[in-house]
C-alpha cells in the first residue's frame, strides 16, 4: 500500500470502531487441541464456525494454519510466525499481534462490506496474546476432559456474561456440547 494510502486507510481506521471476537471450542479443562488438530469432530461446529466467520480477517497462529492446511474462503488468513520467510498461499504472514491486527483492519475498510469484526482463531498461544483485545467470545464447551493437550488461556468467568445459545447431548462417541455467547463486562484494550 502506498504511504498516502495507508494514511488514509489509518484515518479510516480510528474514526471506525472495529471489535475482536474470539471463536474457540473448549473442553471442561480448557484443551482445545492436541497441538496438531482438534480433539472432536462435532456434528454443526464447522458450519456454525463459518457462518460465525465469513466476510471476516482471521487471526491465527502458524501451527493453527498449518493444521487447517489452506486458507479458508471468502475470510482472510491472518498467520502469526517469527519465521520471516514462511509463506503460504492465501495467507498473510505477520510477526506480532499488533501487526495482525493492522492488517485485519486494513482489509475490513478495503471490503467496503461495513464489517468491524475481527476474529481471534487460536490456537493456544494466540489466544492467550489475543483475548484482552476480544469483547465477545462465541464458545462451544465440550463435555470432554482430555488429559492432554493444548489449553485454552486461563480466564475469569466472573468479568464475562454468559448466555447459553444451544445444547446437545452426547451420543455415541461424541460428547455432548453447547454454544455459548460470552460478552465482556468490562471493557477489553483497545484496538486503535
Ligand atoms: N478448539 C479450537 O477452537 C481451536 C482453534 C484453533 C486451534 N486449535 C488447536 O490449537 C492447537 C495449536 O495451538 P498452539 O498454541 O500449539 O499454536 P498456535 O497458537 O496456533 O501457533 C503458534 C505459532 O504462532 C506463532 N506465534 C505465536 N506467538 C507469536 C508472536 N507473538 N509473534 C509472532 N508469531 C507468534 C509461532 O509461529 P512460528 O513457530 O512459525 O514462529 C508459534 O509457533 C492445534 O491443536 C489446533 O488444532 C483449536
Redesign the pocket.
Known amino acids: 500500500m502506498k504511504a498516502s494510502m495507508k494514511k488514509q486507510a489509518t484515518n479510516f481506521q480510528m474514526a471506525r470502531s472495529f471489535h475482536m471476537v474470539c471463536?474457540?471450542?473448549?473442553a471442561k479443562n480448557r484443551v482445545?487441541?492436541?497441538?496438531?488438530?482438534?480433539?472432536w469432530q462435532l456434528p454443526g461446529d464447522l458450519k456454525r464456525?463459518k457462518q460465525l466467520t465469513m466476510g471476516c480477517p482471521l487471526i491465527?497462529?502458524?501451527?493453527?494454519?498449518?493444521?487447517?492446511g489452506r486458507a479458508l474462503p471468502g475470510r482472510l488468513s491472518v498467520?502469526?510466525?517469527?519465521?520471516k520467510h514462511?509463506r503460504a498461499d492465501g495467507a498473510v504472514p505477520?510477526?506480532?499481534?499488533a501487526a495482525a491486527i493492522d492488517v485485519a483492519k486494513d482489509w475490513l475498510i478495503e471490503q467496503k462490506l461495513g464489517e468491524n469484526r475481527i476474529i481471534l482463531?487460536?490456537?493456544?498461544?494466540?489466544?492467550?496474546?489475543g483475548l484482552p483485545y476480544c469483547r465477545t467470545m462465541e464458545a462451544?464447551f465440550v463435555d470432554a476432559e482430555p488429559s492432554v493437550?493444548?489449553k485454552?488461556p486461563a480466564f475469569n468467568s466472573r468479568e464475562w456474561n454468559d448466555k447459553l445459545l444451544q445444547q446437545f447431548a452426547a451420543e455415541g462417541d461424541m460428547p455432548g456440547f453447547s454454544y455459548h455467547h460470552l460478552t465482556r463486562k468490562r471493557d477489553a484494550l483497545s484496538l486503535n
Do not use: P
Open positions: 471463536v474457540v471450542a473448549m482445545i487441541g492436541d497441538g496438531n488438530d482438534l480433539l464456525v491465527m497462529g502458524r501451527r493453527t494454519f498449518d493444521s487447517i498467520v502469526m510466525t517469527r519465521d514462511w505477520v510477526a506480532s499481534l482463531f487460536g490456537g493456544g498461544q494466540i489466544y492467550k496474546a462451544t493437550g493444548v485454552f
